[in-house]
């Protein structure tokens, strides 16, 4: 079964960084390419990047260009995303999803992941 | 970037009703379009992709369909599980976008 299962909740200050995993079972993890998405407190959806199946390419969403860093483990399954300078609008849920290529919709989520900025 | 708009943003419906939700993008996207069922707290799940195909383990009482910039995806026979926001995303041309979300009330 597979299952994407990601880190628990975070709560930081502004201007500070959080990184949060992803970790995979159950499917060939290195095949897939894999996806951050956020979703601010009863807002939509808002997909943030995408980093390869080796860890080599990444393509991150022009907002958040030069605060976030994805990274790949292939010997764990696991996945991270940092995202750095937090400000209080960031507080959301991040969510990881895998696709099986790289023009590819979303297969599976993992459950979610709330990072709240707050003084 | 391509922009997703969603009619209605919110529908209310009776047990058995088809209800229809459409999504439309601002620049053709082929059939790169996807289907996602949100329920309150919970992480999202993928109904359809390639506009009109069924992900795995998803009940044909889901369908979609349209290509270009026009899309529907249509519920025939609700069932109260079926309640939550359905989000609709491109993925034809980076950075994926998605709709702002149809919320369906039984």
């Known amino acids: 079964q597979v299952q994407l299962v990601q880190s628990g909740a975070e709560v930081k200050k502004p201007g500070a960084s959080v990184k949060v995993s992803c970790k995979a079972s159950?499917?060939?993890?290195?095949?897939?390419?894999m996806h951050w998405v956020r979703q601010a407190p009863g807002q939509g959806l808002e997909w943030m990047g995408i980093?390869?199946?080796?860890?080599?390419?990444?393509n991150y969403a022009q907002k958040f260009q030069g605060r976030v860093s994805m990274t790949r483990d292939t010997s764990t399954n696991t996945i991270y995303m940092e995202l750095s300078s937090l400000r209080f609008e960031d507080t959301a849920m991040y969510y990881c999803?895998?696709?099986?290529?790289?023009?590819?919709?979303?297969?599976?989520w993992g459950q979610g992941t709330l990072v709240a900025v707050s003084t | 970037d391509i922009q997703m708009t969603q009619s209605p943003s919110s529908l209310s419906a009776s047990v058995g009703d088809r209800i229809t939700i459409t999504c439309r993008a601002s620049?053709?996207?082929?059939?790169?379009l996807a289907w996602f069922q949100q329920k309150p707290g919970k992480a999202p799940k993928s109904l359809i992709y390639?506009?009109?195909r069924l992900q795995s383990g998803v009940p044909s009482k889901f369908s979609g369909s349209g290509s270009g910039t026009d899309f529907t995806l249509t519920i025939s026979s609700l069932q109260p599980e079926d309640f939550g926001t359905y989000y609709c995303?491109?993925?034809?041309?980076?950075?994926?976008?998605f709709g702002p979300g149809t919320k369906v009330d039984i």
């Open positions: 999803a895998s696709a099986d290529t790289v023009m590819a919709s979303f297969d599976y």
């Open positions: 159950g499917y060939t993890f290195s095949s897939y390419y």
């Open positions: 980093i390869n199946p080796s860890g080599s390419f990444t």
């Open positions: 620049q053709g996207i082929t059939n790169y």
């Open positions: 390639g506009a009109s």
């Open positions: 995303q491109q993925y034809n041309t980076y950075p994926f976008t």
